[in-house]
């Protein structure tokens, strides 16, 4: 057994996002999809049919965050990342709620109460309806809605915020809605993808100073960022090609509008010239997904962003475990190659599991449960805290791992 101590000051926690958590919001593109004949059409392919992929209250984090920021507290986090709605914010183009910034400001308040350092997240994935049928992040000149809300967000709720995140994976985002169809508006191109990905980074770039200019408090975004390995003839051609398009093209181009970097973790990847070998984890364990767990990827992609000389903020990093019978050796085993990292050089200061709470995880629905505090569906979403849940607050507040 060894005991692994972490820098002092280190930041520990779990994320989340808004419209995951929130429910009911009738304003977001993804409330209005869920219920189309397209999102009918895509479930017929889903392999799990008894989920439920309606949002609907979700986990009524807009009414119940006080609790949920409570039970951080007391399983020793000191840090949240979690998100706010731009459709809640901005249900019609220009007018601006009341209502929404009250209640983030109590949200935000609240997380301060309990002493919990805020990572902010403007954009996760989802838009206002209007903003979508003016074209969305497909058409750059539409960047400047965008930008209008940051700038009103900040000057509102900026006194509560620590760190902001602009976009949340915008390579997601980008290729989910606009080249895979999975996410609305579900187009399929290739050509509106990468515009899509350019516009983001444009986005970023030009809000990153806005939001330094009123609040002084670092910016950077969530990068979705993953461990390719070469394998089998010409795979390392394929890998160098996959880890520019899916790390660094973002990255890249954001880096010096960033103030340290959002890494989130989950996926590694066996590259051959044929593609991905199946389930991309030969001898891994898998979650109940079916993602490989590959801890050692983590180290290696934080060894590979330390070379842009920022912090770094490990902003998501989690698995599906509706047993909870992975979850505590996930945790510590991407924990010990954290600490490996560290010694190795790499500037990290914080680690946000997701999630605090099981959520509406997406095209996935309900059903598979990444929290640390279990949201029973069946009984008035009470929260339950899991075993692993108390594991990992051991770890939060000794500031230590005993691997």
């Not at 394998?231 to 973002?250: M, R, S, T």
């Not at 989690?318 to 190795?344: F, N, P, T, W």
Request: aromatic letters at 16%; hydrophobic letters at 40%.
């Amino acid at each position: 057994m060894q005991i692994l101590k972490f820098p002092e000051g280190f930041l520990w926690g779990a994320a989340s996002s808004a419209y995951q958590t929130e429910g009911n919001n009738t304003n977001a593109d993804w409330w209005i999809w869920e219920k189309s004949q397209k999102r009918a059409e895509f479930l017929k392919t889903r392999q799990n049919p008894a989920a439920q992929y309606i949002s609907g209250v979700a986990t009524d984090f807009y009414h119940r965050f006080d609790e949920d920021f409570s039970l951080a507290h007391q399983l020793n986090h000191n840090a949240s990342r979690f998100g706010i709605e731009w459709s809640r914010i901005e249900p019609k183009e220009g007018m601006f709620s009341e209502e929404a910034f009250d209640t983030y400001e109590k949200i935000l308040q609240s997380a301060k109460f309990h002493n919990l350092t805020v990572f902010l997240t403007l954009h996760h994935f989802t838009c206002p309806v209007w903003f979508m049928q003016k074209g969305g992040f497909a058409k750059k000149q539409n960047l400047e809605y965008y930008l209008r809300y940051v700038k009103v967000v900040a000057e509102r709720l900026g006194e509560y915020v620590d760190f902001w995140m602009t976009f949340n994976e915008p390579e997601v985002y980008a290729t989910h809605a606009y080249f895979l169809g999975i996410f609305p508006p579900q187009i399929k191109s290739a050509f509106t993808a990468f515009k899509v990905v350019n516009n983001l980074i444009a986005g970023h770039n030009r809000a990153a100073p806005i939001l330094k200019q009123i609040t002084g408090k670092p910016v950077s975004m969530a990068f979705h960022l993953s461990d390719l390995q070469p394998a089998g003839p010409l795979g390392g051609l394929v890998k160098n090609l996959a880890h520019y398009l899916a790390n660094e093209y973002i990255l890249r181009r954001t880096v010096d509008a960033c103030d340290y970097i959002g890494v989130n973790y989950y996926e590694h990847h066996h590259l051959t010239l044929f593609g991905f070998r199946k389930h991309s984890h030969t001898s891994h364990d898998a979650t109940d997904m079916g993602w490989g767990i590959h801890p050692e990827g983590l180290e290696r992609v934080l060894l590979y962003v330390q070379k842009y000389n920022k912090p770094i903020y490990v902003s998501e990093n989690g698995l599906a475990d509706s047993k909870d019978i992975k979850r505590e050796r996930y945790i510590k085993d991407h924990l010990y190659y954290v600490h490996q990292a560290i010694q190795k050089g790499a500037d990290v200061r914080g680690y946000l599991y997701w999630s605090l709470t099981d959520n509406f995880e997406w095209q996935h629905g309900f059903w598979p449960r990444f929290g640390l505090i279990e949201i029973d569906r069946e009984d008035l979403l009470r929260r339950k805290i899991r075993p692993s849940a108390l594991a990992y607050a051991k770890v939060c507040k000794e500031n230590q791992l005993e691997y």
